[in-house]
């Protein structure tokens, strides 16, 4: 479902064999519980960033950047590229609009706010393209049979990440509004 996102090819499941790495950062990951044994014995020994719009996040990093009224991390990702000055490139624009579009339902959830729409807009403009986007997300979920091998390796992985004590509700809810033969091209 993910596959078509650019960049999708660099994602590891799992950390690289024998990383060291000083600074992990955690993305829309309530606790470190949620992001496997390995990734917690890397993160013991480095400096972690924990970036997250989850009230119930149990602020396990070193530094915490927790806002509960962003509707999707990915917002929180992009006022922190124009913090630091970072140009948002199309592919990060498609990858934070994916960001926005599945944490808020499809635009659809109460946590779709003016914010998140004035920000989805803007990634549109910086090369989103949302009815292209919606079709990857939204038509390819509802197929009876999933892809093989590592693709779903790493949904599962990226769903494993999403789902939390808010989350639960809200992928429950997500999941009841997306049901099959809903999808958002018949709208
Ligand atoms: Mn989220």
């Known amino acids: 479902m993910y596959a078509f996102l650019p960049g999708f090819e660099q994602i590891d499941v799992e950390p690289p064999a024998g990383a060291d ?3 992990v950062f955690f993305f829309d990951s309530g606790n470190l ?8 014995q890397i993160a013991s020994h480095a400096t972690i960033v924990n970036i997250d719009h989850h009230p ?14 962003a509707s999707a991390v990915g917002q929180m990702v992009m006022e922190m ?3 630091f000055d970072f140009q948002i490139t199309p592919t990060i624009a498609i ?14 959830h109460e946590n779709t ?20 986007i919606a ?13 093989a091998g590592l693709q779903d390796a790493s949904r599962d992985h990226l769903e494993a990440q999403r789902s939390g004590p808010g989350d639960d509700a809200h992928r429950a809810r997500r999941q009841a509004d997306m049901g099959e033969g809903d999808a958002p091209d018949a709208a």
């Open 21 to 23: 790495p000083e600074l």
């Open 33 to 40: 519980e949620r992001s496997g044994s390995s990734v917690k």
């Open 56 to 69: 119930s996040n149990s602020r396990f990093g070193d530094i915490n950047v927790i806002e509960p009224e």
């Open 81 to 83: 590229l124009d913090h």
């Open 95 to 108: 990858n934070l609009y994916v960001a926005l579009l599945t944490d808020t339902g499809g635009f659809r």
């Open 113 to 132: 706010t003016p914010r998140a729409l004035e920000d989805a807009a803007r990634l549109a403009r910086l090369g989103a393209d949302p009815g292209h």
């Open 135 to 147: 079709t990857q997300v939204y038509k390819m979920r509802s197929r009876p049979h999933r892809d």
